[in-house]
Structure formats: C-alpha cells, structure tokens
C-alpha cells in the first residue's frame, strides 16, 4: 500500500500565501513504479471535491482555471513527495485540500488509487 501525510494547511488571510507537502511512504516503488501521477484536489463545506493541480514524472501540469496563476505545483521524483505553493490565496480557496497519487504514466483528473487524509486550509476575507 501507499500512504500519503498531508502538511502546512492551516489559517490565512486573504491575499497570503501557504505551501502544502505531501509525503508519501509504504511500498512506493511497487505500487507506483518510476512514471506516475500525483495531484491535488479540495473540497469545500457542501461542495463536491474538485481538482486544484496534477503533475506526472515527466513535469506535465495542469491546473484547475480558478488557480491558474496563483498555484504552482512541484514533484520530487525521487523522493515521491508532491507541494503545492498557493499565493494570493481567496476566501474560496478554503477547503480541505487532499493530495493523491497513481501509477498511470499521464495524470487525467480521475481515477486516483491512493489518497492522503487531508490537510484544512482556512482563507479569512
């Protein structure tokens, strides 16, 4: 299996700036082998949960149209661990933000096997 700890959630004011890690530990390598995909998604109180940003092995990205510009994601291959640097955050930014991982070679938005509990970010206009 393969775990995923979220970090760096947490409050902030509007127009600040947060970075999220994600860690991932337990058997990696078999499960998700050299070429794979990780992400971000969120979901806010009484919403569906959507997609903030995805990256594959390669360094191909996309990005939800609301973060575009604002979001950077980053991957560190060998290391399995996936951030998420959000700068002039909104209040609609608040969410729980959930990273998640798969071994599919090109990330699409769906089919992710593996996620992280989640980490709490609070936008205060």
């Known amino acids: 299996q393969v775990q995923l700890v979220e970090s760096g959630g947490g409050p902030v004011q509007a127009g600040g700036s947060l970075r999220l890690s994600c860690a991932a530990s337990?058997?990696?390598?078999?499960?998700?082998?050299?070429?794979?995909?990780m992400g971000w998604f969120r979901q806010a109180p009484g919403k569906e949960r959507e997609g903030v940003a995805n990256?594959?092995?390669?360094?191909?990205?996309t990005y939800a149209d609301s973060v575009k510009g604002r979001f950077t994601i980053s991957l560190d291959n060998a290391k399995y661990s996936l951030s998420l640097q959000m700068n002039s955050l909104h209040a609609d930014d608040t969410g729980m933000y959930y990273c998640?991982?798969?071994?599919?070679?090109?990330?699409?938005?769906?089919?992710?096997?593996?996620w992280g509990q989640g980490t709490q970010v609070t936008v205060s206009s």
């Open positions: 990256i594959d092995t390669d360094g191909r990205t």
């Open positions: 998640a991982a798969d071994s599919r070679a090109s990330c699409t938005w769906g089919g992710f096997d593996y």
């Open positions: 337990g058997s990696i390598y078999w499960h998700l082998g050299r070429n794979y995909c």
